[in-house]
C-alpha cells in the first residue's frame, strides 16, 4: 500500500538523551498535531551508549508518526542530522534538536510563514547564547566572525533549528560531500529565506554533548570546506617574508662589502625560529585541505544504519 506524503517532517538527531528524550519528543508531537494531522517525527539515534534507543522502541507503540532510526554508531551531529534529511518526506522539513533547546513553540509561525507566506527556508537566529560559559561564547563569536570573513556567509547566531521547503530539501540532498557544516550549506543554497530570532533555554536534564576539541573540530571543518582564503594566506604571507628577505638581505651584504657586518647570533635565531612556525604553520594549514580532500576522494558512506523502528502511522517502514 501506498502510504501519501506527510505534509511536514521533523527530524531530531538525538545522543544519550535518554532521561528526557521522551518528555521532548511528546512536546514537539503535541505541537506538530496541533499544526497538521499529516506529520512524521524522524529520530535518529547517533549510536547512543544509553537507554535512548530502548526508549524510542518503547515511544514507536505510543507516538504512531515516529520512525526512529539507529546509526550504527555515533557520527556526530552533522551526520546524524543528514540521515534524517535523507528519510524525510513531507512537503517542509524541520530539523531540531532533541533537548528543547530549540522551541517548538517557534514551530507554529515556523509553519505558518511557510504555508501562508511563500517562506522556503525559515531559519531560528539565536539572539543571545542563553547561559553558555563565556568561554563558550568568546568562541563563537572568534568562530562566526572568521567564517564571516572568510566565507562571506553570515552566520552568527545560525543554529541548526530550521524549516525547508521539500525543494531545498531536494537541493540539500544533492550536495554530495562526505564531510558536511549543516548551517553553512543551508546558507549556500539561498531560497527564499526568512529568520526568527529565539532565546536559547537552559538544558533542563543532561549536558551540553560538545567540549572544546569536538567544537574546534568543527569549525576548522566548517572554514575549510567553506572557504580557500587560509590557503592565499599562506601565498601572501609567503611574499611579505620574501619582501623582507631582499631588503634585508641587501642591507646584509652592503654592510659585508663595507666591512662593518655584525655577527648577529640574536637575529639569526629569531629569524630562523619565525620562518620555522611560519612555514609549520603552512604546512598545517595545507594539511588540513588535504586531509578534507583525502576524506571525500575515499568516498564512504557518510553513516550507517543498524535498524529502524516506527510507529503505525509513520511514513518510513521498519522493513524497508
Ligand atoms: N547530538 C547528536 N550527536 C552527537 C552530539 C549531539 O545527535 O554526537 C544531538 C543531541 O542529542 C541534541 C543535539 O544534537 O539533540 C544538540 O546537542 P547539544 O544539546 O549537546 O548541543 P548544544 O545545545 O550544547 O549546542
Ligand atoms: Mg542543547
Redesign the pocket.
Known amino acids: 500500500m501506498k502510504r501519501s506524503l506527510p505534509e511536514l517532517s521533523i527530524i531530531?538527531?538525538?545522543?544519550?538523551?535518554a532521561a528526557h528524550i521522551a518528555r521532548?519528543l511528546q512536546v514537539i508531537a503535541g505541537t506538530a498535531a496541533a499544526i497538521t494531522p499529516s506529520f512524521e517525527l524522524i529520530v535518529?539515534?547517533?549510536?547512543?551508549r544509553d537507554q535512548t534507543w530502548e526508549q524510542l522502541e518503547k515511544l514507536a507503540g505510543e507516538l504512531p508518526q515516529l520512525s526512529a532510526i539507529r546509526l550504527s554508531r555515533?557520527?556526530?551531529?552533522e551526520l546524524?542530522?543528514c540521515a534524517g534529511m535523507e528519510q524525510a518526506a513531507g512537503a517542509a522539513v524541520i530539523v531540531?534538536?532533541?533537548?528543547l533547546?530549540h522551541p517548538p513553540a517557534l514551530i507554529p509561525q515556523m509553519v505558518h510563514l511557510w504555508r501562508e507566506e511563500g517562506y522556503e527556508v525559515i531559519e531560528a537566529v539565536k539572539e543571545n547564547r542563553g547561559e553558555?560559559p563565556a568561554g563558550?561564547k568568546i568562541g563563537a563569536a572568534v568562530f562566526y566572525g572568521m567564517l564571516n570573513h572568510l566565507s562571506g556567509y553570515r552566520l552568527q547566531g545560525a543554529?541548526?533549528f530550521k524549516l525547508m521547503d521539500a525543494k531545498v530539501v531536494d537541493a540539500w540532498r544533492k550536495m554530495p560531500e562526505r564531510v558536511t557544516f549543516f548551517r553553512g550549506m543551508t546558507a549556500w543554497l539561498g531560497y527564499k529565506r526568512k529568520t526568527l530570532s529565539f532565546t536559547?533555554p537552559v538544558?533542563e536534564e543532561?549536558?551540553?554533548?560538545?567540549n572544546l576539541l569536538?567544537l574546534i573540530k568543527l569549525a576548522v571543518q566548517a572554514i575549510v570546506s567553506f572557504s580557500t582564503i587560509p590557503l592565499r594566506l599562506v601565498s601572501l604571507v609567503g611574499i611579505l617574508f620574501l619582501i623582507g628577505s631582499i631588503v634585508l638581505g641587501i642591507n646584509t651584504l652592503v654592510q659585508k662589502l663595507q666591512g662593518t657586518a655584525v655577527t648577529g647570533f640574536t637575529t639569526v635565531i629569531l629569524l630562523l625560529l619565525l620562518i620555522g612556525s611560519f612555514l609549520m604553520i603552512s604546512l598545517g594549514i595545507i594539511g588540513e585541505y588535504i586531509a578534507a580532500i583525502y576524506h571525500e576522494v575515499k568516498g564512504r558512506p557518510r553513516y550507517l544504519i543498524a535498524e529502524k523502528r516506527s510507529g503505525a502511522e509513520a511514513h518510513i517502514r521498519s522493513e524497508t
Open positions: 531530531v538527531p538525538v545522543y544519550n538523551e521532548s535518529v539515534d547517533d549510536g547512543s555515533n557520527f556526530g551531529k546524524a542530522l531540531m534538536d532533541g533537548d533547546q553558555e563558550k543554529s541548526d536559547v538544558r543532561g549536558v551540553s554533548r560538545w569536538t
